[in-house]
């Protein structure tokens, strides 16, 4: 009998031991993203191509697909990679200068820990952009559109970054080396590397304050413009239907390969956000950017591109993986730096609606 419940024992607690394991989770997952738009934009482009400063949603009066892709991902304590790949009018109008199949990557990179007592990384690959609070992702953005300042700053970028995350959550830091400014593939003839650098702090769950900058040339050796660029935003939860995000982008390029002067250019931005309910949601966006020298947004006017941009969204939240979304937006320009029937116009004003799925 003892030889008869020792067996019992011992074989219970292997079947125990096979059931945890085999109720661990997986180190591989599969996600996917797609969101599909309609834009009406009262200039009525006649090629219904959006004025070219415009990166995302940017095709007037049709159905369009602006963001599709299918993300592969492994993570372990140690190692992690990510794969997606993506197809939709902001790959085709983002990564217009990137060769071949670079085209369709949204993401590809793959890091390892550091330190087994820290959560210290280093990663390579093609990554999101450490720049700026808005993503390719609409759902994961307060507007439907996004801001001049985030379509005018890279979404993407490939090299390597080294990062750090304190034990308490409340600090990351992050170092990187880059190919270039939202570059796959750098520019030929440019042999110098670019660099960014991020840090953010959370002193709280209702607060994010994030200071990201750039380093680096987007132009051959024989051109070289060296450009500096600085990015700051905070993000505040003040009450939990109200939250409210204030960003601020500067940036000096060199004048010529010659010279040590610069031109400037800004942006200043803020979004608010109420939740009516737990499916109903409204924004409202106002913002402004100053690039009167053309260094990010070129024009040929004479005060360059000094544009102020009001707009407002509804969004519902269909089921926790759908929103639908529906926005008025309006910019005014210092110049006609926009055209309306073949005529030259300061002003543009377009409706927007999507609808992003996630898996």
């Not at 419940?5 to 031991?17: D, E, P, Q, R, V």
């Not at 993300?71 to 140690?78: A, E, F, L, W």
């Amino acid at each position: 009998m003892k030889t008869i419940i020792l067996t019992l024992l011992s074989l219970s607690f292997s079947i125990l031991c096979f059931s945890q394991e085999e109720e661990k989770p997986s180190p591989f997952t599969v996600s996917g993203y797609l969101e599909t738009y309609y834009v009406y934009d009262f200039n009525k482009p006649a090629d219904n191509t959006r004025p070219s400063f415009v990166y995302a949603y940017n095709r007037h009066n049709e159905v369009n697909l602006n963001l599709g892709f299918i993300k592969g991902s492994y993570n372990t304590d140690n190692v992690r990679a990510n794969l997606a790949v993506m197809t939709g009018t902001y790959a085709n109008a983002n990564l217009a200068a990137e060769p071949g199949v670079l085209k369709n990557i949204y993401e590809a990179n793959a890091g390892i820990k550091l330190s087994a007592r820290k959560n210290l990384w280093v990663d390579a690959g093609i990554f999101a952009s450490h720049i700026g609070f808005e993503s390719a992702i609409g759902k994961d953005c307060w507007n439907l559109t996004r801001s001049i300042l985030a379509d005018n700053t890279p979404y993407y970028e490939a090299g390597a970054k080294i990062s750090y995350t304190t034990d308490n959550g409340k600090w990351f830091f992050s170092g990187l080396v880059l190919n270039g400014w939202q570059r796959i593939q750098r520019v030929s003839g440019n042999s110098l590397p670019s660099f960014g650098t991020q840090i953010t702090f959370k002193p709280s769950s209702n607060v994010t304050l994030n200071s990201s900058s750039f380093i680096g040339t987007d132009k051959p050796d024989s051109a070289r413009q060296m450009r500096y660029f600085h990015n700051f935003y905070g993000t505040f939860q003040v009450t939990k239907a109200f939250g409210l995000i204030v960003g601020f982008d500067y940036g000096v390029e060199e004048k010529s390969p010659e010279s040590s002067s610069t031109n400037a250019w800004c942006s200043p931005v803020v979004i608010a956000r109420l939740a009516l309910s737990d499916k109903l949601t409204v924004a409202a966006r106002g913002e402004y950017y100053s690039d009167g020298h053309g260094v990010i947004i070129a024009t040929g006017t004479p005060h360059g591109f000094k544009t102020t941009g009001i707009s407002a969204n509804l969004d519902y939240q269909i089921v926790p993986n759908a929103l639908w979304r529906i926005e008025v937006r309006h910019l005014n320009s210092k110049d006609e730096v926009f055209t309306r029937e073949q005529r030259a116009t300061k002003n543009d004003t377009f409706i927007s609606t999507a609808l992003a799925i996630s898996f």
